[in-house]
């Protein structure tokens, strides 16, 4: 019986020495770009500095080298301080090691998206979809941040990469050949051990776990003539499905263990997935970006706490219920989760609007900023300076392909697996370092795409992929030809649409208002005040920069500057409790103590979790001697912080002074027993027992 003729490859010798001669030119390219970046914003002052998000994981990962780590659930994903800590041991906390380490995985992944498309579709579609990577500007923008964005890419690059492998071979293992069957096997071990890993540096990608396991499912092993091993037939595709889903629970089973055991409660990677939801989904959020409620601060170090304090003082005000206080992890979880669903519920044309909002934003060419603005950094660096690939020709491109080429079960798979995580990006808010993870899945298709054009201007059917399960495309036609190209360009045009991310002028000043603040953070008032002056001559009134400006010129007195700030704040923000906040104290330094409680009274309710804008509120109050509205202010801080002296030594001071003296020592002795200082005078006045105004 003759054998069936194997399919042509698309590469003989000759072609294979072509291969790699484009490879490796793609390969020196991206490292080249990748290594002037790092060199030339080695110069800049962000470079050992890093901010907000970075600034955190950065102390986490040295607190994890000092055997310091916060005993607590995990409220962000915890594989990217890990892996600092594992740099920080190896080499210091040298910031040097950690850019070098993140550009060489930007290269692998250059080597990844080459492989992956190559077994997709073909060598050539490779050598494109590896030019990409290597040419794409946020893929080396963010390997030069201490942000856990380019391993996150890496990682689901390598999901992906294993996933493809671990789909059936061309050539099953036959009997007798163990040793290939349990290498095939282990690919999707391999795949779910990288999943899980990718789970913990983005948890979004949680939701592909249950997935892996149908898709192994679903793999069939193409057959060749003669008997095959038990171990990849049909019937076999369960140890595979299997072995993913262990690779999984093996990642991330160790950290639900911790995390539970010390919430006392199930909690699988993080505690911060309805606070999330709710900063997607709220009537303050306008923008479909991180719109934090006005009683957040935006900060890692203080969100988790704003949070949890704020859902603890409404739950407070509820008719009581089986309701613990104050509430656990996960019950601040869910509370935030309900609230979003009833917004969601309650106000469906408002609802629409922000998610259609947040469906362009994440389509869009525009790479919104985060924690680092990389319009504003390239400042910094000519090659972030150069007119290098952007998302609206990668999209453009992969879509088109995704249109065009998508047959068979990995192709599909990768389509799905870009849409679905599109979609669990947009269900929260959308930024350029939260997509950007899902695009290794749409780069064989961008790479694929140019290559199915040229084919057809050429006017011959050619196979992209050497499997003999894939397609082989139908003769061209002018239609197909004409149609290829204008899908590339009304989807580009489609992604060029201007959403209302801000002006140039007002990235840049935000830009710099980071960098005051970090110069601020130092210590070094001089230059903290020279970069907001430049922000603000940048965009005049821009909140941030008025504020803290405001509050420096407050410090060295000079009030009339620091009004003129603040004032400009509090327009610019006017739901921002801060600058309410800060204008109100003041306002009290001056004595204007009606001015004073009106913007004490704005922060605390646009905040009213926050104890420090209840205190400012208490203290007018008793000024003005509006003692009832002041006493209900305390014994709300007493619910919200029922250990801390100050307000409970004032407390009794409001309290003496309405004439409720037992309830006064009450007060005074258990600020006395939590180690705050006592008035001598007014413990003087209580244990005497003298009635106020005597």
Request: proline share 8%; glycine share 6%.
């Amino acid at each position: 019986m003759a054998k069936k003729a194997r399919p042509q490859t698309t590469a003989g010798p000759g072609r294979s020495h072509l291969q790699l001669t484009l490879l490796l030119a793609v390969l020196a390219a991206g490292l080249f770009l990748r290594t002037a970046n790092l060199a030339d914003t080695s110069d800049s002052p962000f470079y050992t500095r890093p901010v907000i998000d970075g600034q955190t994981y950065d102390n986490w990962a040295k607190a994890i080298v000092a055997d310091k780590a916060p005993h607590e659930p995990f409220y962000q994903d915890p594989l990217y301080p890990y892996f600092l800590a594992g740099i920080y041991k190896l080499f210091g906390h040298d910031f040097t090691a950690v850019y070098v380490i993140q550009l060489l995985l930007g290269v692998l992944l250059i080597l990844l998206a080459f492989d992956t498309t190559r077994r997709l579709f073909d060598w050539r579609a490779g050598i494109i979809a590896a030019a990409i990577a290597a040419l794409y500007k946020p893929f080396i923008f963010y390997e030069n941040q201490i942000e856990k964005t380019s391993l996150a890419v890496f990682l689901t690059a390598l999901f992906l990469w294993l996933l493809v492998r671990s789909l059936a071979p061309a050539r099953p293992t036959p009997i007798g050949n163990r040793k290939s069957a349990i290498e095939n096997l282990m690919w999707p071990l391999a795949a779910g051990l990288a999943l899980g890993l990718s789970a913990l540096t983005r948890a979004n990608m949680l939701l592909f776990a249950p997935l892996l396991p149908v898709v192994l499912l679903l793999n069939r092993p193409s057959p060749i003539s003669g008997r095959q091993s038990p171990l990849v037939t049909r019937h076999s595709s369960l140890v595979p499905a299997l072995l993913g889903l262990l690779g999984v629970l093996v990642v991330i089973a160790p950290v639900s263990i911790r995390n539970s055991a010390l919430a006392h409660e199930f909690t699988l990677t993080t505690t911060q997935a309805g606070q999330n939801l709710y900063i997607g989904n709220s009537p303050y959020n306008l923008t479909g970006q991180y719109d934090e409620p006005p009683w957040v601060r935006p900060n890692p170090e203080f969100e988790q706490t704003d949070f949890a304090d704020y859902a603890n003082s409404v739950s407070k005000s509820l008719p009581p219920g089986p309701r613990p206080l104050p509430l656990s992890y996960a019950a601040v979880s869910r509370f935030y989760v309900r609230a979003a669903l009833d917004w969601a519920r309650t106000h469906p044309a408002a609802f629409s609007k922000l998610l259609w909002r947040k469906t362009v934003l994440y389509f869009n060419n525009f790479e919104v900023p985060d924690n680092q603005d990389m319009y504003f950094f390239s400042r910094y660096s000519w090659v972030l300076r150069l007119p290098l690939l952007s998302f609206g020709i990668l999209f453009a491109l992969g879509l088109a392909g995704v249109i065009l080429l998508c047959r068979g079960l990995g192709r599909w798979l990768f389509a799905v697996f870009f849409f679905g995580y599109a979609a669990s990006v947009i269900v929260f808010f959308v930024f350029s370092r939260y997509r950007i993870p899902g695009l290794p899945a749409l780069l064989p298709f961008a790479g694929a795409i140019p290559v199915w054009l040229a084919d057809r201007v050429r006017s011959r059917p050619l196979s992209l992929v050497r499997r003999p399960s894939s397609i082989v495309h139908s003769p061209s036609s002018p239609a197909r030809l004409v149609g290829g190209l204008a899908l590339i360009a009304a989807t580009f045009a489609l992604t060029m649409y201007p959403v209302c991310h801000g002006s140039g002028e007002s990235l840049a000043a935000q830009g710099l208002s980071n960098l005051a603040v970090m110069y601020d953070h130092e210590g070094d008032t001089t230059k903290a005040i020279a970069t907001y002056e430049e922000a603000l001559a940048t965009q005049p009134g821009q909140g941030e920069a008025s504020r803290s400006l405001g509050l420096i010129m407050l410090a060295q007195g000079k009030l009339d500057r620091a009004y003129q700030l603040l004032s400009d704040a509090t327009r610019a923000e006017p739901d921002n409790p801060v600058a309410h906040h800060c204008l109100g104290r003041l306002y009290a330094m001056q004595n204007q103590t009606k001015d004073a409680y009106a913007e004490f009274a704005k922060a605390v309710s646009l905040a009213p979790g926050r104890v420090e804008y209840r205190f400012e509120l208490a203290t007018v109050l008793q000024q003005m001697q509006n003692y009832g509205p002041a006493l209900a202010q305390y014994d709300t801080m007493i619910q919200l912080a029922p250990d801390n002296p100050v307000v409970r030594h004032n407390y009794a001071v409001a309290l003496y002074n309405t004439g409720h003296i037992p309830e006064a020592r009450v007060q005074l002795e258990e600020a006395r027993r939590l180690g705050g200082p006592v008035n001598p005078r007014f413990d003087s006045l209580l244990k005497t027992g003298t009635k106020p105004g005597r």
